[in-house]
Nanobody, 122 residues
Framework: QLQLVESGGGLVQPGGSLRLSCTAS????????IGWFRQAPGKERLGVSC????????NYAAFVKGRFTISRDNTKRTVSLDLNSLKPDDTAIYYC???????????????WGQGTQVTVSS
């Protein structure tokens, strides 16, 4: 079974950047499309970006398009999310998870890790 661990979050000023990493163990990462999701306090979890198993297709939520970039390196068992031009509204816990496909970006299982906290504040 695939297990994913998120890392790379932190406190950053508005306009700053972060790189989040999702590191896999267990099953082979390149069997899975992977998505990044986020959940702000008191709000529902939302899909942010997804990438196909081979990395040739990706999809972004409108609220991050042009600012965030998803990528993967299956040889390193890692899916990354580069966050640029960060805004206070981007403050949330960020999670990665297997998804149905890159286009629909729906979590395949209702199983979530601890996530990584991103806080955007001056």
């Amino acid at each position: 079974q695939l297990q994913l661990v998120e890392s790379g979050g932190g406190l950053v000023q508005p306009g700053g950047s972060l790189r989040l990493s999702c590191t896999a163990s267990g099953d082979t990462l390149d069997n899975y499309a992977i998505g990044w999701f986020r959940q702000a306090p008191g709000k529902e979890r939302l899909g942010v970006s997804c990438i196909s198993s081979s990395g040739d297709r990706s999809n972004y939520a409108a609220f991050v398009k042009g600012r965030f970039t998803i990528s993967r390196d299956n040889t390193k068992r890692t899916v990354s999310l580069d966050l640029n031009s960060l805004k206070p509204d981007d403050t949330a816990i960020y999670y990665c998870a297997p998804v149905s496909d890159a286009l629909h970006c729906l979590a395949k299982y209702d199983i979530w890790g601890q996530g990584t906290q991103v806080t955007v504040s001056s």
